[in-house]
T-cell receptor, first 116, second 111 residues
């Protein structure tokens, strides 16, 4: 176990649904991330939070809405998604000493999302 | 063009054989390079980190090399096992706090 837990592991939703992905880390880290992983493509950084503050939004469409209530929890709220949003969504954490970037990332197992 | 290019895209080898995965990057100024292993259905797990002054680093049967002059890194796997079947991802961090991911090499080890 990496110390980062994501739920649910699998999610199927229609384009008009609203759902949320949850991430929790038990490592005492201060930086948390959302990544999107599509087949045969590099991981795409979506959001970065450092000490609960959003430090990066990588031009992500507004249908993805992150929430970080504390340093241990991270959510990704989904609404009116498109079929092309189907992918593996990975949460990660790091110590957060350097603003988070360049540090060793600890990943959860991801949520495999299918948008119908 | 991605600043981190990995090759080959996929590789099939027989159990017990060695293999080498390549990572070329253009990220500059360079801070560090990490190799991650991603098993199917799991998130990536860090294998090793290379900094500017390091040429070679081993982690069990995994040996990473770095040539900062040519901006190339390799991951050599010795005496492969079935459990080595996974995707291997190269991640390069720059001193400007940017972090670039390669698309990964999908390794399959067959009995």
């Amino acid at each position: 176990e990496t110390g980062v837990t994501q739920t649910p592991r699998h999610l199927v939703m229609g384009m008009t649904n609203k759902k949320s992905l949850k991430c929790e880390q038990h490592l005492g880290h201060n930086a948390m991330y959302w990544y999107k992983q599509s087949a045969k493509k590099p991981l795409e950084l979506m959001f970065v939070y450092n000490f609960k503050e959003q430090t990066e939004n990588n031009s992500v469409p507004s249908r993805f809405s992150p929430e970080c209530p504390n340093s241990s929890h991270l959510f990704l709220h989904l609404h009116t998604l498109q079929p092309e949003d189907s992918a593996l969504y990975l949460c990660a954490s790091s110590q957060g000493r350097t603003g988070g970037r360049g540090e060793k990332l600890f990943f959860g197992s991801g949520t495999q999302l299918s948008v119908l | 063009k991605n600043q981190v290019e990995q090759s080959p895209q996929s590789l099939i080898i027989l159990e017990g054989k060695n293999c080498t995965l390549q990572c070329n990057y253009t990220v500059s100024p360079f801070s560090n390079l990490r190799w991650y292993k991603q098993d199917t259905g799991r998130g990536p797990v860090s294998l090793t980190i290379m900094t500017f002054s390091e040429n070679t680093k081993s982690n069990g049967r995994y040996t990473a090399t770095l040539d900062a002059d040519t901006k190339q890194s390799s991951l050599h796997i010795t005496a492969s096992q079935l459990s080595d079947s996974a995707s291997y991802i190269c991640v390069v961090s720059g001193k400007n706090n940017d972090m670039r991911f390669g698309a990964g090499t999908r390794l399959t080890v067959k009995p």
